[in-house]
């Protein structure tokens, strides 16, 4: 039509190439591949035996925390529960780099990490089941968050606290590969990057938010490059790797604690079992034919051949420590079993620091009736 | 005493704040170099640097975020959101988190955070810049929602909420900023929380009111004397928890009352002192129980907000209503 400005003959800008080279991301960090074979033998050496050791007993504790939970779900003996399984490197690995000093914000699939900076399984119970005393964590960590998002922007702020206090700690954080779509997640790691704060951010991405393959979440080909956007530098890991998982999140809060700023990780990774013990049933949108390259690549199959091997790992000591743990569980729920109920009296009075004049009022006639 | 602003009650009581207290923190959008867009953080920044009062990135749920983190490492955070319209942004960190941190935690951790944001019709703004949104965060637990009317309460409040150790959303209101002036004491001094006043002693009906329309009861009040009905005006300043006694005090005394609100009428601060009243001093009424309100619609376009608002004269043709019942 005259008039129109005709078409350019070359453009000025070629978007498809753009489109093309966000697929070129670096191949996932791994230190022990999937057939158990060393394939960063440099950072494997910096280990001693007694640390892979620790590794190994750390994952194993995971699972077994886990196996026993799901008992306990499965006997109508817990509350709400996110299965672990097959967590155990990118849980362990990133928990274990850290300081106790450290200020944990975990999701509610993040309770093995949680019991690990301090909580006690007693509490990690009674938080599951819904009673206050769960959330007395003695070590610097909040409750498990379930507005999923909210712990990012929170984590850039007490990692604002930790360095206007000057003190010699991150804040690291937790969500899945759902997580990363909430505006929350970028706001928490655009803020740590506009304010240089000490905040490591983990995304596990076990490839599915409930029933929704993480390919939906987002066209962005891995989730770790969704730190650019906030200018922090990011890696994704092999996250059924526990030395890899370990080395990565080490080396992230080497260079936090130094003072450069905020990182994130994605930890490659797969939930063998429900979403949760809610209710979720994985075969209505999982195959088995999908999940098993990812039940091959068990975190705990190749640790434990490589231990095996060293002839520093046996089936008896492995059985030994399941039972341990399991029976460590047990005496957990019996503890939990023994809390006293909550009264609505003091759930009235820890609403404020000092209850107004209308609460106090509600206060005294529940105590009445309580008192009964 | 110095004749202040609203505005400027508010800057000095962050001013007192900031110097009193280092744990104080204020951040928002544009309160550091620019001193804020209506200006209650000018010269702040200047004075107590860039640690103590600085700019964020321009989100509310993240600025929200950070405050709560603050709280956590044992800050004490005064975020601002530049409007009320934008809590929406962040409902979620101060209903859903920072409200539930004394509760989760078994009061082992908590949020002394206080939220300044500007809100209220009569100045012409965009749209979602005046809206009233008390009534989203009244119902909220663990939540303060204080509303001053005047400069003097406008720095005591301001100072109580910041000394308080829970959450408090601080509405300040837009259309009074800079209309009033009232002589302030220059120094510290409180307003105490969760208390109304009684701004005008009256003995034939009451009329509780906050924020911008307590000066509309005011006027009406006044015209009303000459006509000799005497009213008796009640500003609740913080209109979450309400202070019923105040109220059932005073409707003990004229046994008629009038609530009045900016807000629209649904499920607002007006019912839930109306359902207060019902429920435990219905027999002090001899007549229903007057409402004044906004209508139901959403907040007006500017050209549009003189019919919406009430202001005084429905004010005095409600109290009629009810006198002459």
């Not at chain 1, 769960?134 to 507005?147: K, T, V, Y």
């Not at chain 2, 009320?84 to 101060?94: H, Y």
């Not at chain 2, 955070?113 to 965009?126: D, E, L, N, Q, W």
């Not at chain 2, 965060?137 to 204080?146: I, N, S």
């Amino acid at each position: 039509m005259k008039g129109m400005i005709e078409m350019a003959k070359k453009s000025i800008v070629d978007f498809s190439k753009i489109k093309k080279n966000l697929s070129d991301i670096p191949k996932p960090i791994q230190v022990i591949n999937e057939h158990a074979e060393i394939v960063n033998q440099d950072i494997f050496d910096t280990f001693s035996d007694e640390q892979l050791l620790e590794f190994m007993k750390k994952m194993v504790w995971e699972r077994a925390l886990h196996e026993q939970t799901m008992n306990f779900s499965r006997q109508g003996r817990m509350g709400f529960y996110a299965p672990t399984a097959g967590e155990e490197a990118s849980e362990m690995g990133t928990v274990l780099a850290m300081e106790k000093q450290d200020y944990l914000l975990p999701a509610y699939r993040d309770i093995p990490q949680l019991i690990q900076h301090g909580a006690t399984i007693t509490q990690a119970y009674l938080w599951s089941r819904g009673h206050v005393k769960g959330n007395e964590f003695a070590g610097r960590s909040l409750m498990p968050q379930i507005i999923i998002g909210a712990a990012y922007v929170e984590t850039a702020g007490v990692a604002l606290g930790l360095k206007k206090n000057g003190e010699n700690a991150i804040a690291f954080s937790y969500t899945g590969d759902g997580g990363t779509s909430q505006g929350d997640s970028y706001e928490g790691m655009n803020f740590a990057g506009a304010y240089q704060v000490p905040a490591l951010f983990i995304v596990q991405d076990n490839n599915y938010a409930i029933s929704t393959p993480r390919s939906k979440q987002t066209a962005a080909p891995s989730l770790a490059q969704k730190a650019v956007a906030c200018g922090i530098p990011s890696v994704q890991v092999d996250g059924m790797d526990i030395v890899a998982c370990y080395s990565v999140a080490k080396a992230a809060r080497d260079y936090i604690i130094a003072g450069n700023g905020p990182v994130m990780i994605e930890t490659l990774t797969d939930r063998y079992g429900a979403h949760s013990s809610a209710g979720d049933d994985p075969s209505r949108y999982r195959t088995k034919e999908e999940q098993q390259p990812w039940l091959d690549r068990d975190p705990l199959i190749r640790l434990r051949q490589i231990l095996t091997n060293k002839k520093l790992w046996s089936d008896e000591q492995e059985e030994a420590l399941v039972k341990e743990t399991k029976d460590a569980c047990k005496e957990a729920i019996k503890e939990a079993d023994q809390t006293e109920p909550e009264k609505v009296s003091d759930m009235l009075k820890r609403t404020f620091e000092v209850p107004t004049p209308e609460l106090q009022d509600e206060i005294a006639k529940f105590e009445e009736k309580e008192s009964k | 005493m110095t004749k202040k602003s609203y505005i400027q009650a508010i800057t000095d009581a962050l001013d007192i704040m900031l110097k009193e207290d280092p744990k104080t923190l204020i951040f928002g959008e544009d309160v550091g170099k620019n001193g804020g867009v209506f200006r209650t953080t000018q010269g702040l920044q200047e004075k107590y640097g860039e640690d103590r009062v600085f700019d964020t990135p321009l989100a509310e749920s993240g600025i929200m975020g950070l405050a709560i983190g603050l709280g956590l490492t044992d800050w004490r955070p005064i975020p601002e959101i530049q409007f009320s319209g934008f809590t929406f942004e962040a409902v979620d960190s101060i209903a859903g988190q920072m409200a539930r941190m004394r509760f989760r935690f078994n009061n082992k951790k908590h949020s002394p955070i206080t939220i300044r944001s500007p809100y209220g019709g009569g100045t012409h703004t965009a749209e979602m810049h005046s809206d009233n949104l008390e009534n989203f965060f009244t119902g909220v637990p663990g939540l303060r929602v204080v509303m001053p009317s005047n400069p003097y309460d406008a720095k005591g409040l301001l100072i109580s909420s910041i000394e308080n150790n829970d959450p408090v959303l601080f509405l300040e209101n837009l259309k009074l900023y800079r209309s009033m002036k009232a002589d302030i004491p220059d120094e510290k001094y409180t307003v105490p929380l969760d208390q109304a006043k009684v701004v005008q002693a009256g003995n034939d009906i009451t009329i509780v009111a906050y924020g911008a329309q307590v000066q509309e009861a005011q006027h009406a009040a006044e015209d009303l004397s000459k006509e000799n009905i005497s009213c008796e005006v009640i500003d609740l300043c913080t209109v979450s928890p309400i202070d019923t006694a105040t109220i059932f005090q005073s409707i003990a005394k004229t046994h008629k009352v009038v609530i009045v609100q900016e807000a629209q009428k649904m499920a607002g601060v007006g019912a839930q002192v109306a359902s207060e009243i019902g429920e435990k001093a219905i027999m002090s009424l001899d007549a229903p129980i007057g409402r004044v309100a906004a209508p139901n619609t959403i907040y007006p376009f500017a050209l549009a907000e003189e019919v919406w608002i009430p202001r005084k004269q429905a004010i005095i043709d409600k109290v009629k209503e009810i006198i002459n019942y």
